[in-house]
């Protein structure tokens, strides 16, 4: 078995030893992306030089009697939404092209004090919205399945890199199923954490009230390792759950005995594809003839999650985004007055899928049309988080595909209505605020990678992995 | 323009092409003609689909704006490091004397 296709655990476990060096698994690591990187695009920028030197730390640590931490040498990608200091971080926008960010994201902070080794910063959706990196500034990534599929989005990027073995680890965001998606779509497990688990200190933001951090990995014990890392209670958040961080592993592998499994008929039907929606069957079964008590559940008002969803995230960007005017950082196209030098910048620095969801989150918000718009949708996800509430009085968890299809051809969704239609499973989740991950499941009649989504209540993410490891088990 | 009530007669344009332009205007957005067209279709599309939850009555349904209850959280009002000042100046497109330098805010420059 080559570095590359071991996972996370046990790269830690030896570098932890020192039966191996975090400078040769990097090394191979480095190796995998020099051969493939060109024709995948997983990464917006590779930093080899600075891996290095975190990896020879490691090394040094190990060599010195001290433990590194619990990612010891495990090389990890990181989504470019995420601020690294003093290493480029651009969102795969134009309009931050050449900011050095003045601090680290949190998670970077955690991943660095648990001994990984940061490889690069990966391509996604400019600013998070899409579901396919086609709205990179800097171009598409593709899918390591076959090059001529979309590997999802927006943190396609890092789905790529996990997939191709670039890293066995990457963090992504999940605004409306920014992690999961492209997890299903490249083969891989992505887990959006309950909202507040994990610091978003760093992460820019796209939709505050419903973006995640989370991970990605090729197996369920590797996600809740990294989880367990970049999780618990941060004082630089103010909407950080203060908690420790959970102890996820420790009943990763107690199985599914006795746990009742929901799977909502409403996200199970019309629009998802035939071979998909038959490997949601078979997971289910699995689980069954695994000891769960698999039963049929409904979330009715999930179906109105897309339609809240694309009012409430564009009208929450629309402010969020209103902070890059040419002033404080990132690109500045010169004009005579302020005003025109605002609107020249955020017309040249925005591509248009970022300028429509601004317009569409003005609009949302503006007089006249804030109640019919903006308010309803705020009613609609209160009802969603109702029927989420009922269904989980009978259940532990809920059960879904992840996406209605596997991965489709770049440029099969050029309207943009038909791309947010993709998103119609994962959203529900990121209006509740609870947690859900997609594990691969087989694939689908093209051959390529189905995902299968677990939910769970709020907080609920060791029941849910738990579940999501023994689903893995009976692949 | 539409009806502000929100319930706009099925088969109009939720959003006028007029519309458009006066929201590009408020974010800080130049559109071209076509862009125009353009984005007005594809805006319409979207807005149209939000209409599916028309029929849902939310008259006495709570808004939710978050998806826990947050309080203020606040922290003792004591001195702490922060980000340093020349680093973040440094990002600036332009900066002089540890401030933000910005062409003329009214009126056109000399």
Known sequence: ?475 | MSDPSGTTPPGTAPITRDEVAHVANLARLQLTDTELDQFTGQLAAVLDHARDVEGLDVADVPPTAHPFELVNVTRPDEVRPSVDRDEVMAQAPVAEDGQFRVPPVLGEAP
């Open chain 1, 1 to 475: 078995m080559t570095a590359t296709t071991t996972t996370a655990s046990a790269i830690a476990a030896a570098v932890r030893s020192g039966s191996r060096s975090a400078r040769e698994v990097l090394e191979e690591h480095l190796a995998a992306i020099e051969a493939r990187e060109p024709e995948l695009h997983a990464f917006n920028l590779v930093t080899g030089d600075a891996a290095r030197a975190s990896a020879d730390r490691v090394d040094a640590a190990v060599a010195a009697g001290e433990d590194p931490g619990p990612l010891a040498g495990v090389p990890v990608a990181l989504k470019d939404n995420l601020c690294t200091r003093g290493v480029a971080t651009t969102c795969s926008s134009r309009i931050l092209e050449g900011w050095l960010p003045p601090y680290d994201a949190t998670v970077v902070q955690r991943l660095a004090g648990a001994g990984a080794v940061i490889v690069g910063k990966t391509n996604l959706d400019e600013f998070a919205m899409g579901s396919s990196t086609e709205n990179s500034a800097f171009g598409p990534s593709r899918n390591p399945h076959d090059t001529s599929r979309v590997p999802g989005g927006s943190s396609g990027g890092s789905a790529v890199a996990v997939a191709a073995g670039f890293a066995p680890l990457a963090l992504g965001s999940d605004t409306g199923g920014s992690i999961r998606q492209p997890a299903a779509l490249c083969g891989v497990v992505g887990v959006k954490p309950t909202y507040g688990a994990v610091s978003r200190y760093g992460l820019i933001a796209f939709a505050s009230s419903l973006d995640q951090i989370g991970p990605f990995a090729n197996t369920v014990e590797d996600a809740a390792l990294l989880l367990e890392v970049i999780a618990g209670h941060d004082p630089m958040d103010s909407t950080s759950i203060p908690r420790p961080a959970p102890d996820l592993r420790a009943g990763l592998h107690r199985g599914v005995e006795g746990l009742r499994v929901g799977v909502v008929r409403e996200l199970t039907g019309d629009g998802i594809a035939p071979d998909v929606a038959a490997r949601v069957t078979a997971a289910a079964d699995a689980l069954s003839a695994a000891g769960a008590k698999v039963t049929e559940a409904s979330v009715p008002a999930a179906i109105y999650g897309l339609s809240a969803y694309y009012l409430i995230a564009p009208a929450e960007a629309s402010s969020n985004l209103a902070r890059y005017d040419g002033v404080r950082y990132g690109m500045r196209v010169d004009a005579p007055n302020t005003p025109d030098m605002n609107l020249a910048t955020r017309t040249a620095g925005f591509g248009d899928e970022v300028k429509r969801r601004i317009m569409l989150g003005t609009y949302a918000l503006s007089a006249g049309y804030y109640d019919a718009y903006y308010g309803k949708a705020q009613k609609v996800r209160t009802l969603i988080i109702r029927d989420f509430a009922a269904a989980y009085a009978d259940v532990d968890v809920l059960l879904s595909p992840t996406s209605p299809t596997t991965a489709f051809a770049f440029g099969a969704k050029s309207d943009p209505l038909t791309m947010y239609l993709n998103d119609v499973c994962t959203i529900p989740s990121n209006l509740s605020g609870d947690p859900a991950v997609s594990v691969p499941y087989g694939v689908g009649d093209d051959g390529l990678p189905v995902g299968v989504q677990i939910m769970a209540p709020a907080l609920g993410e060791d029941t849910m992995l738990r579940v999501a490891a023994a689903l893995e088990a009976t692949r």
